[in-house]
T-cell receptor, first 115, second 114 residues
Framework: EAGVTQFPSHSVIEKGQTVTLRCDPI?????LYWYRRVMGKEIKFLLH????????ESGMPNNRFLAERTGGTYSTLKVQPAELEDSGVYFC?????????????FGDGTRLSIL | AQKVTQAQTEISVVEKEDVTLDCVYE???????LFWYKQPPSGELVFLIR??????QNEISGRYSWNFQKSTSSFNFTITASQVVDSAVYFC???????????FGQGTELSVKP
């Protein structure tokens, strides 16, 4: 069974540009989460999808971030326009169901560098 | 407030030493879950263990053991006879019964030298 896949693994863009990150969850997992780790700090929650619906987007930092999960399969996270403070590692995770007894399985992350 | 604190930013040990990674959490909920994840150099976060707030039994899995103490709000992780392959960043996390998000600590980078 393939794990959570994230693309690209690394992205370097200039301030003001747009970047789109993609996450493919484990097949059949209804729940998809986005997190990010900035500058070696703690990993912070961004948002949670259940199928194609946003269950919780309380962690989204501002309206420059847009997450979608059309069709309830893969998800994209777009940053437009990117700012220097957006640099960090963006993780995606998926779980079969929502309850805490279902562990979240993480991808390798996308390292985003804003110049 | 909901918070997880891993006070040890970096730990360096020599192979075969025992090492304990500390995790202290804050929550007002009576039902919650605690997790440990390992992030090896490859980058992927690997799930290690989940405990719920009603189960304070310590757990052992091979060289890994976890000590959950509600009285001190701690969920510490001990690696016995450490090996070079244990080198990684380890994250402790908290999750409430309602809602899906994990609240992570800052992570502890463990370096095991041969």
């Amino acid at each position: 069974e393939a794990g959570v896949t994230q693309f690209p693994s690394h992205s370097v863009i200039e301030k003001g540009q747009t970047v789109t990150l993609r996450c493919d969850p484990i097949s059949g997992h209804d729940n998809l989460y986005w997190y990010r780790r900035v500058m070696g700090k703690e990993i912070k929650f961004l948002l949670h999808f259940v199928k194609e619906s946003k269950q919780d987007e309380s962690g989204m930092p501002n309206n420059r971030f847009l997450a979608e999960r059309t069709g309830g399969t893969y998800s994209t996270l777009k940053v437009q326009p990117a700012e220097l403070e957006d640099s960090g590692v963006y993780f995606c995770a998926s779980s079969l169901r929502t309850g805490p007894q279902w562990p979240q399985h993480f991808g390798d992350g996308t390292r985003l560098s804003i110049l | 407030a909901q918070k997880v604190t891993q006070a040890q930013t970096e730990i360096s040990v020599v192979e075969k030493e025992d090492v304990t990674l500390d995790c202290v959490y804050e929550t007002r909920d009576t039902t919650y879950y605690l997790f440990w994840y390992k992030q090896p150099p490859s980058g992927e976060l690997v799930f290690l263990i989940r405990r719920n707030s009603f189960d304070e039994q310590n757990e052992i899995s091979g060289r890994y053991s976890w000590n959950f103490q509600k009285s001190t709000s701690s969920f510490n992780f001990t690696i016995t006879a450490s090996q070079v392959v244990d080198s990684a960043v380890y994250f402790c996390a908290l999750r409430h019964n309602q809602g899906g998000k994990l609240i992570f600590g800052q992570g502890t980078e463990l370096s095991v030298k041969p």
